[in-house]
């Protein structure tokens, strides 16, 4: 790859430029008080805008938060996150109400260097994830007005073609943030020449989110060791009974071929945690992979396969996890992904967490995120990066 970085950028002087970055500031928020729940996101982006500010841009952040239909929503505002970023900035970050209009031009209009402003929820413009390339111009036409350069430091939005990551960069001179950097520097040493054993954990719900990304990870793992709700599935290729658990009957047959086809490098677990409902308090307790009730779902994965993950892990070199192994956000069913996450920080490899849940299984359960080797921004962009496809707001930044 050939991308210009934010050392070029800054080398160049951006004192009294404004610099538009894409940042993903797509972070939770609690539904009854709209206060931020995790600000991994918005941590991750800081680098990136110090620098700027310390070097006197003008910096004009833009993110999307949530999936609003392209039209203003309120509880998708990207106003708390303004709040919390000037606090971790230590400065106040100026608030545009709305993305391209009246405000973010005046708000962008009255920056003096080393001001840093947001603009609202990119998303609330049908332009930016429109398919038409011709509104989606539009759209980045607006934007790319801004600004004087471009920073791609939104790694969780690069395998979208959106008008912000990919038609923006083609209108001005763009560079790659130091989090966009950092990931795909990480993600290259999965995909290039991996020390191994090379172990990877698998869970999440779906098989069918996953697939691609197991068919790519089976010929250049060592042992790939799956768990969460999708475990359902491949149990049930065995010919287990799964009971009431998470199951996509159309995807037995795909789970039985991968299965024959994978040379024994795909662990299984062999006990797990099993409820009569889902629910936080429902009566549960472990039973064998072979001893599923008809009428009880599984919602972990037990502390036998725990150890058996953890032993594999042990003799890993290089480490990737995406995917809790169980319902972690409710503390009778965290066991799982807590013991398989203490294993990786235990084990003398190179870890990445890929992302997603699994990032936020880790500041959840009070992990110390130094344990890992990295901490992706993006799920689904790390696994599309392992899947060896093109990532558009990646091509967008190569010259």
């Known amino acids: 790859m050939s991308i210009r970085t934010l050392d070029d950028l800054l080398a160049e002087g951006v004192s009294g430029r404004r610099v538009l970055v894409r940042a993903d500031l797509n972070v939770p928020l609690d539904k009854q008080s709209g206060a931020i729940t995790d600000d991994g996101r918005i ?84 332009g930016e994830t429109s398919k038409d390339e011709a509104e989606r111009g539009a759209f980045a036409d607006q934007l790319a007005a801004f600004g004087d350069a471009y920073v791609d430091d939104a790694f969780g939005a690069v395998h979208r073609k959106h008008a912000s990551v990919y038609d923006v960069p083609a209108r001005l001179p763009h560079v790659a943030g130091r989090l966009v950097l950092r990931e795909v520097e990480v993600l290259s040493k999965l995909t290039s020449e991996p020390e191994r054993p090379y172990v990877v954990v698998l869970g999440g719900s779906k098989v069918s989110d996953k697939l691609a990304v197991i068919e790519a990870l089976l010929p250049t793992v060592d042992r790939l060791l799956i768990g969460g709700g999708m475990c359902f599935t491949f149990l049930k290729a065995q010919g287990l009974e799964v009971g009431t658990s998470l199951l996509e009957k159309d995807m037995v047959e795909t789970c039985r071929n991968l299965l024959e086809r994978s040379g024994g490098k795909i662990m299984l677990p062999v006990d797990v945690v099993v409820a009569d409902a889902f ?37 890993g070199k290089t480490i990737f996890w995406n995917g809790p192994m169980g319902v972690f956000e409710m503390a009778a069913f965290a066991a799982g992904t807590r013991g398989i996450a203490e294993a990786i920080t235990k084990a003398d ?26 901490i992706s921004t993006g799920g689904g962009a790390s696994l599309e990066y392992l899947e060896g496809k093109t990532l558009p707001g990646i091509a967008a930044l190569e010259n």
């Open 279 to 315: 629910a936080p308090d429902a009566a549960h307790d472990t039973v064998r992979v072979d001893g599923i009730p008809s009428h009880r779902l599984g919602l972990d994965i037990g502390p036998e396969t725990v150890a058996g993950f953890a032993a594999a892990l042990s003799q």
């Open 43 to 126: 941590r991750a982006v800081l680098p990136t805008l110090g620098a700027l500010v310390e070097a006197g841009a003008k910096v004009v952040v833009c993110s999307h938060l949530g999936r609003p239909k392209g039209t203003p929503d309120p509880q998708f505002s990207l106003s708390p996150v303004a709040g919390r970023l000037g606090e971790l900035l230590g400065a106040p970050v100026h608030f545009a109400t709305d993305t391209v209009g009246d405000s973010a031009r005046s708000t962008v209009a009255g920056l003096a260097d080393g001001q840093v402003a947001l603009l609202e929820n990119l998303r609330f413009n049908a």
């Open 349 to 374: 490899a190179f870890s990445v967490v890929g992302g997603g849940d699994s990032a936020a299984a880790v500041r959840a359960l009070g992990l110390d995120e130094s344990s890992f080797g990295h």
